[in-house]
């Protein structure tokens, strides 16, 4: 039995404007078996978008980097995205056919599923983290998502929609 890698992804997303110019900004950290601690940053732009999918594609990044199958601890600032898991309104939406408990459509379904997705191969557990209350790498992430909407080559967000 081979030991899953652990680690530990920071996100955050933001948006100048909502909808408006966003980015997210994604910290993966990872101990080695030799307690080497290795980070890597993740970060794009987008034109117009929302902060709630710049939320959801933070992780989306961080998800889709890792390279083998791990044990993975999201860090997110983000209610919507955390409490989706933690409250299992993900499940509820997927067995309901994508519609909420008042049935009406989710909001941001392809993302929603790219997530899914990503999140096949790992065992993943969501917490919230208060943003913007000096946490170190949501302080991180943060200025990564600002940092990559102020950017000049923003993205369009329909390429990242599946």
């Known amino acids: 039995m081979t030991v899953k890698?652990?680690?530990?992804?920071?996100?955050?997303?933001?948006?100048?404007?909502?909808p408006g110019s966003g980015g997210y900004g994604t910290i993966l950290v990872h101990?080695?078996?030799?307690?080497i601690k290795h980070e890597k940053e993740i970060s794009c732009g987008y034109k117009?978008?929302?902060?709630?999918?710049?939320?959801?594609?933070?992780?989306?990044?961080?998800?889709?980097?890792?390279?083998k199958e791990c044990?993975?601890?999201?860090?997110?600032?983000?209610?919507?995205?955390?409490?989706?898991?933690?409250?299992?309104?993900?499940?509820?939406?997927?067995?309901?056919?994508?519609?909420?408990?008042?049935?009406?459509?989710?909001?941001?379904?392809?993302?929603?599923?790219?997530?899914l997705k990503a999140m096949e191969l790992h065992n993943v557990q969501f917490i919230w983290v208060k943003g913007h209350a000096g946490h170190e790498y949501n302080e991180r992430c943060d200025k990564l998502a600002v940092s990559a909407y102020k950017s000049e080559n923003?993205?369009?967000?329909?390429?990242?929609l599946i």
Do not use: H
């Open 31 to 35: 101990t080695d078996s030799d307690g």
């Open 71 to 115: 044990d993975v601890v999201v860090y997110s600032d983000s209610k919507y995205v955390v409490d989706a898991f933690n409250n299992n309104w993900i499940d509820g939406w997927v067995k309901k056919g994508w519609k909420t408990a008042g049935k009406s459509p989710v909001k941001n379904v392809e993302l929603w599923k790219r997530l």
């Open 48 to 67: 117009m978008t929302t902060n709630n999918q710049m939320e959801i594609l933070a992780v989306i990044a961080g998800l889709e980097a890792l390279k």
């Open 5 to 18: 890698s652990k680690v530990i992804i920071y996100t955050d997303g933001a948006c100048s404007g909502n």
């Open 154 to 160: 923003l993205k369009d967000i329909e390429s990242e």
